[in-house]
């Protein structure tokens, strides 16, 4: 689709699922008939399939993680919270029998008991046979099509529903995610809607180039997710599979030597346990073969992406070159003047040539790696803080006072300048923490999740998931949202996102909650401590409509949401009660934060 079209995306999202739906009614009728199993074999067989995709089912919607950030312009914030509604679904929005990793963890132990939690670094043993997947906050567009691929019906979800209990194992995993993801009201209809909304508000913010450019980054996003289902969960192959553009004079010379060569070489490599892509060397180098159009061209990009045989742009650190160099196994084999030509070759590969994909979307490779390092943002949002700054302000705490809502500040004092920049960068304190969605599967976890949706201003979590229903919120009801009604309500500038609004209000304590927040664990009892004095800031604005910071409508919203995270707080609090040296700084960190909040009034609280 060269240009965006809603109607025309959904007809295509539409045949997708036909096509699948039609291949399953085949496979029925095959099976049906007598037909045998055709995802997996056996039992034996089924426990190795369902190791085989752990890495990306223990990691289950974790692309979305990163999304709900405080650094995201605030009119993409709406769309945040509507695709970001599928990574906490995908969390059981905090309850953890409804959680997607801990059912596929349930499932992985029925046959391996003694299996690691995937938050521990003993899941990385070879043992297990798992490797991590990620993807980073800056590709957005990216992570939309992405997600709007991934969320669809796919014929081995629906396979796995019907064949895992014939050789005796629970299919619910597969068999709720047949359900959810469904195309009126779950997570495919919620994703083609944020791709939907996205494009329009770029549109607005932006202008149509702008949006096409989007477009086109969000097909990127799709076809990844696509080659991923299609070809497996490596992606090193990837920028070749996607680059289109013709073998230069380079590459016709150096494909001319092997062809030369592969008659001489015929039989000798059928020994030779290294694999080439997904061929063997001595498949490959078949003279019959090569006199191919299309399999010459498929070889040399096959080897451009096998390391260490060859690394692009680096001929000296490529295996392939020390191999035909003195010493190595196939010196003498290529003359000088060959040598010096896939040398030549090999170091005209750089990156700015492999990916397509850079290309296709209108970027430069230097303008997005810019993008990627928040380069245009104030260093002190990508910053990360030392542990021993922290280390070096903790002072004697009592480790068992009890906290309290405080009642000794009037809202009506606060300075509202040196107070926006607290409001808005509470809502980063605890964002991080649930990238991985195994680390939320136990009741700490889940207590996060639960906090973070108040914070948002998601609706009351219930055993139903509430879908598309609730993702048809326009505008931002969450922290954020009333932060940015202050801001209006005293007729103030309406910053585009946090990077000009602490450039206009810079706060030196917000910069450290930033910092803070960037190593979640390592800080957790800090930022627990920061949150709760926060959020019972957020109490006493709340019960303040007189002070004329919000209206009477938001203030009784604000109360709503500052009751869920002042209880959901608790529950954390609950959860590291019995670890002093976590307590200690909890404590630490509400104190920094109370004094930080009194520094916020035209009087002092003392006086």
Same mark, same amino acid.
């Given at each position: ?40 074999? %056996? ?62 963890? %349930? ?168 694999? @080439? ?68 070759? @090999? ?9 397509f994909y850079f290309e296709f979307v209108g970027l430069s490779e230097a303008a997005n790696c810019q993008g990627c390092s928040n380069s245009n943002m104030p260093q002190t949002l990508s910053g990360s803080l030392n542990s021993t700054d922290l280390t070096d302000e903790i002072a004697p705490l009592l480790c068992h006072r009890q906290l309290s809502v ?169 959860? @590291? ?31």
């Amino acid at each position: 689709m060269e240009t965006f079209n809603k109607e025309e995306l959904s007809q295509f999202l539409q045949q997708h699922q036909k096509d699948v739906t039609d291949r399953y009614a085949q496979y029925i009728a095959q099976r049906d008939l007598g037909g045998p199993r055709q995802l997996v074999r %056996d039992r034996q067989d089924a426990e190795f399939w369902l190791r085989k995709i752990a890495p990306l089912k223990l990691v289950d919607g974790a692309w979305l993680g990163h999304l709900n950030k405080i650094t995201l312009p605030f009119a993409l914030r709406p769309i945040m919270k509507k695709i970001w509604q599928v990574f906490t679904e995908e969390l059981g929005d905090g309850n953890p029998h409804q959680h997607h990793v801990y059912i596929y963890e %349930d499932l992985l132990r029925t046959f391996e008991p003694e299996l690691p939690s995937p938050t521990t670094k003993e899941i990385l043993h070879p043992r297990w046979n798992f490797s991590c997947i990620r993807f980073s906050e800056d590709f957005f567009p990216e992570i939309l099509g992405f997600t709007m691929h991934f969320e669809m019906l796919q014929l081995d979800t629906m396979q796995a529903a019907k064949e895992l209990p014939e050789v005796g194992l629970d299919p619910y995993y597969f068999i709720l995610h047949v359900s959810i993801d469904n195309s009126h009201s779950g997570h495919a209809a919620m994703s083609m809607e944020c791709v939907v909304d996205y494009i329009r508000k770029i549109s607005e913010m932006e202008g149509k180039e702008a949006a096409h450019n989007a477009w086109r980054r969000i097909q990127a996003g799709y076809i990844l997710s696509e080659w991923l289902g299609s070809e497996g969960i490596q992606t090193a192959g990837i920028p070749l599979k996607l680059d289109s553009m013709p073998c230069d004079q380079l590459e016709l010379r150096v494909g001319k030597i092997f062809r030369a060569k592969a008659q001489a070489a015929q039989g000798i490599h059928a020994g030779c346990k290294a694999n @080439i892509g997904n061929r063997s060397l001595d498949d490959w180098l078949s003279p019959s073969s090569l006199l191919d159009e299309k399999w010459q061209p498929n070889f040399l990009q096959a080897l451009t992406s096998s390391k260490p045989w060859i690394y692009p742009g680096d001929s000296n650190k490529s295996r392939l070159m020390k191999e035909l160099r003195w010493g190595g196994k196939m010196f003498g084999t290529f003359t000088r003047e060959e040598l010096t030509t896939l040398q030549q070759w @090999i170091d005209s590969l750089r990156p700015h040539r492999i990916p397509f994909y850079f290309e296709f979307v209108g970027l430069s490779e230097a303008a997005n790696c810019q993008g990627c390092s928040n380069s245009n943002m104030p260093q002190t949002l990508s910053g990360s803080l030392n542990s021993t700054d922290l280390t070096d302000e903790i002072a004697p705490l009592l480790c068992h006072r009890q906290l309290s809502v405080q009642r000794e500040l009037s809202a009506g004092d606060l300075d509202l300048l040196q107070l926006l920049p607290l409001w808005f960068c509470q809502c980063s304190l605890l964002e991080s923490f649930v990238y991985a969605p195994g680390r939320t599967a136990d009741p700490m976890g889940c207590a996060v999740v639960r906090l973070l949706r108040a914070q948002l201003g998601f609706e009351m979590e219930h055993t139903m998931v509430t879908g598309i229903n609730e993702s048809h919120t326009k505008e931002d009801n969450g922290i954020v949202g009333i932060g940015l009604e202050m801001i209006k309500l005293a007729s103030l500038p309406v910053p585009h996102d946090l990077a000009m609004l602490l450039t206009r209000w810079p706060s030196q304590f917000a910069d450290k909650m930033l910092q803070l927040s960037s190593k979640p664990l390592q800080n957790l009892g800090v930022l627990l401590g920061i949150s709760a004095a926060l959020i019972e800031l957020q109490g006493v604005i709340a019960e303040a409509p007189s002070a004329g910071l919000l209206s009477g409508e938001s203030c009784v919203h604000l109360q709503v949401l500052f009751r869920r995270q002042y209880h959901y707080l608790q529950k954390c609090h609950q959860h @590291i009660s019995t670890d002093e040296s976590l307590l200690m700084d909890y404590f630490h960190g509400y104190d920094m934060a109370k004094a930080e909040i009194g520094d916020c009034v035209k009087v002092n609280m003392q006086e």
